[in-house]
């Protein structure tokens, strides 16, 4: 027996995690309390407590060219947003 097959046009692009609006950053101004950010950005992806408190919301573009091979990751963004001792915004960061 033999297997014949067709990879013909197969591709496929999947979006995980949070995506980012544009123009929602702009929305969150610095002294901000974490309820707006909350309200606003919606459940961070992960929360830090390390040194302060952030909030991170992270994203990734994946795709595959065939149906038998893994996803490989195209595209990645994280946003954090730090908060100061009263827990109001410090800062936003958003590394690329």
Do not use: M
């Not at 992960?46 to 996803?71: C, D, M, N, W």
Request: contains cysteine.
């Amino acid at each position: 027996w033999a297997l014949a097959g067709c990879v013909g046009n197969f591709g496929e692009t999947l979006q995980r995690g949070y995506v980012l609006q544009e123009g929602t950053l702009e929305q969150i101004p610095i002294g901000a309390t974490q309820e707006q950010v909350l309200i606003v950005l919606g459940t961070p992806s992960t929360v830090a407590t390390v040194s302060g408190e952030a909030f991170y919301y992270i994203s990734q573009k994946t795709e595959r060219t065939a149906a038998f091979l893994p996803h490989r990751v195209i595209d990645q963004r994280v946003v954090a947003v730090y908060f100061d001792k009263d827990r109001r915004v410090a800062r936003l960061a958003e590394p690329y």
